[in-house]
């Protein structure tokens, strides 16, 4: 459901393609009645979330100061500093699902304070909240179509084993970075299918167009800001943590996360006309297998890919106003009625088989409709 206060060219459109493997079926598995209570949003949810990634933020960066500076209080470099740099910056993958929350403003039920959250949690990452709702509406009202933004980030799987392996050793090493941040000022990628590349500020309301614009700014500040504050108080030495314990993971560690999220989430799909097929919900809790390896592994990729619920992409292309609590309760429900038969719902293990998988013709069944 769509926020009734969202004017044209701000809102997020439920995905309500006739076409499609069960797609009105799903739609109407649950009742106004039965949906209300999964839109609600509960704020002290939400505020818990937020600082339980802080939390462990600001835990590996006590770790990594402690190991990372000696007794005569300069930096020195222990192999042990590798631990707070992998843990930060699955973290501030972390922190960008809540960003996420807040662009589609689930994050606080007081719009003032959405956005503030979410504006300071995205600044912290380089990412301006603000521009990001403005992409990310395109791509929930044009799922795999022309507009679509992120077509250029996950189309065209499987490319093969070395293909992705490839780019994820460009992204750890912070070779790809500038892309994920020239994407998060409002610039995707070229879309090899159109040959064009989305400006997404193009297609939206002048509000909307005006508070990504100031945004931006704000993040350029918050990134020069924090490190001059840093070095007028600690000198070089808080430079140099600052760029270790935060840069240095937002520019490596982040980045093959993003990345392999978003094939997770639209890799590798064969049916474009429903986001039932057009999407992916990984599982992370229990496995379809009932293997125990299986459920290790799901575990796993809840820790590592999908903090915050964010693995149950199926259903938040579905109703996009669930806020991220409520998606596995959602999961359960559309399950129980037989909705999500043939959707893509799969294991990490299945997941990671079918995007990793070689490079082989796409066989795309239906196009995707207005």
Request: with cysteine.
């Given at each position: ?18 076409p ?19 839109t ?15 939390g462990?933020?600001?835990?590996a ?36 699902i ?67 392996w ?6 750890l ?65 808080g ?28 890799g ?76 893509e ?20 069944t ?5």
């Amino acid at each position: 459901m769509n926020s009734p206060a969202a004017p044209r060219g701000e809102e997020f459109r439920d995905d309500t393609r006739a076409p499609g493997s069960g797609n009105a079926a799903a739609r109407r598995a649950l009742s106004a009645a039965e949906l209300a209570p999964l839109t609600a949003l509960h704020d002290g949810r939400s505020l818990a979330a937020v600082a339980v990634t802080f939390g462990v933020i600001a835990a590996a960066v006590g770790f990594g100061v402690g190991v990372g500076i000696s007794a005569g209080n300069s930096v020195g470099f222990s192999p042990w500093l590798l631990l707070p740099v992998v843990v930060i910056g699955i973290q501030q993958h972390a922190l960008f699902i809540l960003a996420h929350e807040a662009a589609h403003y689930r994050l606080h039920s007081r719009r003032a304070v959405n956005d503030a959250l979410g504006r300071f949690i995205g600044m912290a990452g380089g990412v301006s909240m603000c521009t990001y709702r403005v992409t990310h509406r395109l791509h929930h009202n044009n799922l795999y179509g022309p507009e679509d933004p992120d077509t250029a980030i996950h189309g065209g799987y499987p490319r093969g084993v070395g293909y992705l392996w490839k780019k994820l050793l460009q992204d750890l090493a912070g070779l790809n970075a500038w892309k994920t941040y020239a994407y998060f000022f409002g610039a995707p990628a070229l879309n090899e299918a159109t040959q064009k590349a989305p400006r997404p500020l193009d297609d939206t309301s002048p509000q909307l167009r005006r508070a990504a614009r100031r945004d931006r700014f704000g993040v350029l500040a918050f990134h020069l800001g924090v490190p001059l504050l840093l070095g007028l108080t600690y000198g070089s030495r808080g430079l140099l943590l600052y760029g270790l314990l935060w840069l240095l993971p937002l520019l490596t560690v982040l980045q093959p996360i993003l990345r392999l999220r978003a094939v997770c989430e639209h890799g590798a799909v064969t049916d474009l006309a429903s986001p039932l097929t057009a999407a992916r919900t990984t599982l992370t809790t229990g496995s379809r297998s009932g293997r125990a390896s299986d459920r290790l592994l799901n575990l796993l990729g809840r820790a590592v890919l999908f903090p915050h619920h964010v693995n149950h992409h199926v259903e938040h292309h579905l109703y996009p106003a669930v806020p991220h609590y409520h998606l596995p309760r959602l999961h359960r429900l559309l399950q129980a009625r037989g909705a999500l038969a043939g959707a893509e719902v799969r294991d990490l293990r299945e997941t990671l088989k079918i995007v990793f998988a070689a490079r082989r013709p796409r066989l795309v069944t239906t196009q995707p409709t207005a």
